[in-house]
């Protein structure tokens, strides 16, 4: 889902991946307990997160909302 959404919204949005287990400290940080997790970020500050699964509709709903 993540990456038909990125390709469908790149130019639009930004898109970033990060591997948990590689970048823990980062993880930490955002309390990540559960994959996959999507962060919503804009100007630095965390909007909106979403833990687990979500279908594409949703995905691109809390996305156009956490944007507008």
Do not use: C
Request: aromatic share 14%; net charge negative.
């Amino acid at each position: 889902i993540y990456e038909g959404v990125a390709m469908e919204y790149d130019n639009t949005y930004g898109f970033y991946k990060a591997n948990v287990d590689e970048l823990i400290e980062i993880a930490k940080e955002h309390n990540v307990s559960s994959v996959p997790t999507f962060l919503f970020i804009k100007d630095g500050t965390v909007i909106t997160t979403h833990h687990g699964y979500i279908t594409k509709e949703d995905f691109i709903d809390k996305l156009t909302k956490a944007f507008k």
